[in-house]
Nanobody, 125 residues
């Protein structure tokens, strides 16, 4: 069984910062460092979209244009954890955020095999 346990999130004001964490356990634990990790989000009545992706080593990252320069994805393979640091938050960042893992590098959510439980981020204006 693969588990991705998310933490962080909550209600903040525009301009504030939040950090999301996603810790792996189960079958993925011993091989976490070989997985691509991604953060996705889904706002009400919208499709799930990619926010940021990081490859197995951390040497390659991708950011959606809407978050570039404000969000940072990172990983600590020793702790089997991936992070999403979100700065200068805007109301349009309001969504449920999901972490995901896959053995291949990709940007489309349907490519990912394993998912966290989701965490709500709400940014008030």
């Amino acid at each position: 069984q693969v588990q991705l346990a998310q933490s962080g999130g909550g209600l903040v004001q525009a301009g504030d910062s939040l950090r999301l964490s996603c810790a792996a356990s189960g079958r993925i634990f011993s091989t976490f460092s070989s997985y691509t990790m991604g953060w996705f989000r889904q706002a009400p009545e919208k499709d799930r979209e990619v926010v940021a992706v990081i490859n197995w080593s951390g040497g390659t990252t991708y950011y959606a244009d809407s978050v570039k320069g404000r969000f940072t994805i990172s990983r600590d393979n020793a702790k089997k954890t991936v992070y999403l640091q979100m700065n200068s938050l805007k109301p349009e960042d309001t969504a449920v955020y999901y972490c995901a893992a896959d053995q291949l590098y990709g940007l489309a959510y349907m490519e990912y095999d394993y998912w966290g439980q989701g965490t709500q981020v709400t940014v008030s204006s």
